[in-house]
């Protein structure tokens, strides 16, 4: 019997280099949370102020947009998608204690990003969901990619984690006593 596979849901994992400054995000993340304390409905602050800009703040941004939109361009070409995407947009996310992110998905983008700045032990892990009823089919914990319902990860402070922008995905409750603290970014066709 051969097997043949008709839906793939992959994911990419890198580290950012330590030469590459992220400290200037986390205070900037904070900066705007005192500037607009606005809570979500799931306890955590977004700072949607960079939406549709295209460009991470000069100077320190342009070397990390740069190795973000190389890692990008990679799996673009590894998906056949031979045509450059763009920055669509980008915020910054503090999830204090207790806090999460429900399952949703990214509108327009191609590829969905996050690179986390801070993640302290228990802060929560990221989940890709599948999209059909297989959970009403199989027990939802089989570890085989082929029938499981979802893919934790636990991601490590200057991780990144890229997916295609049609996964549904959510950020489970942060457990710990520490902020989590990521950037997230879309990229697409302007």
């Not at 809570?39 to 955590?44: D, K, P, T, V």
């Not at 190795?67 to 995407?85: A, S």
């Not at 763009?86 to 983008?109: F, Q, V």
């Amino acid at each position: 019997m051969i097997k043949s596979e008709a839906f793939v849901t992959p994911f990419w994992q890198t580290q950012l280099p330590e030469d590459i400054d992220i400290q200037w995000l986390i205070d900037l993340a904070y900066r705007q949370k005192e500037e607009d304390n606005v809570i979500n409905n799931c306890g955590g602050w977004q700072g949607f102020k960079y939406n549709q800009v295209g460009i991470l703040p000069v100077p320190q941004g342009l070397i990390l947009q740069e190795f973000i939109e190389i890692e990008v361009n990679n799996i673009l070409q590894e998906l056949g998608i031979d045509w450059h995407q763009d920055l669509l947009n980008y915020w910054l996310n503090i999830n204090p204690s207790g806090a999460y992110n429900e399952s949703h998905k990214h509108g327009r983008a191609r590829v969905v990003g996050n690179l986390y700045l801070e993640v302290p032990e228990n802060s929560g892990e990221l989940v890709l969901h599948r999209d059909d009823t297989a959970w009403y089919h199989v027990p939802n914990n089989l570890d085989n990619p082929c029938v499981a319902i979802k893919k934790t990860i636990m991601p490590k402070t200057r991780d990144i984690i890229l997916f295609p922008g049609w996964v549904t995905h959510s950020v489970n409750l942060n457990k710990s006593s520490k902020d989590r603290i990521s950037l997230s970014f879309n990229y697409g066709d302007l």
